[in-house]
């Protein structure tokens, strides 16, 4: 059974950087699209970025420019580099694989959640 599996989350003055990681334990074959979610306390869980397999990237605006979304396909492995952290990014970062089951058919994976909590 794959299961992803993050890591790199943590404490962090404002100001600082982290970066996340969430690799597949097992072989996913034809991942579309790798992606950050978070979820603050009291708050519906957010799309933070997304990677496809073609390199397209987006970013919800409050991240852009401090945030960057990589992917390593050979390592079935997402990254995202965190940089000028505000006590907002508090979270629990989730990752998700999209994986192509057919052209009108999909199945996602979810990680654990890794916490990132920004003082300030």
């Known amino acids: 059974q794959v299961q992803l599996v993050e890591s790199g989350g943590g404490l962090v003055q404002a100001g600082g950087s982290l970066r996340l990681s969430c690799a597949a334990s097992?072989?996913?074959?034809?991942?579309?699209?790798m992606g950050w979610y978070r979820q603050a306390p009291g708050k519906q869980r957010e799309l933070v970025a997304t990677?496809?397999?073609?390199?397209?990237?987006n970013y919800v605006d409050s991240v852009k420019g401090r945030f960057t979304i990589s992917r390593d396909d050979a390592k079935n492995t997402v990254y995202l580099r965190m940089t000028s952290l505000k006590s907002e990014d508090t979270a629990v970062y989730y990752c998700?694989?999209?994986?192509?089951?057919?052209?009108?058919?999909?199945?996602?994976?979810w990680g654990q959640g890794t916490q990132v909590t920004v003082s300030s």
């Open positions: 097992g072989t996913i074959f034809r991942v579309n699209i």
């Open positions: 998700n694989f999209e994986e192509l089951i057919s052209s009108s058919d999909e199945y996602d994976y």
């Open positions: 990677i496809s397999s073609r390199g397209n990237i």
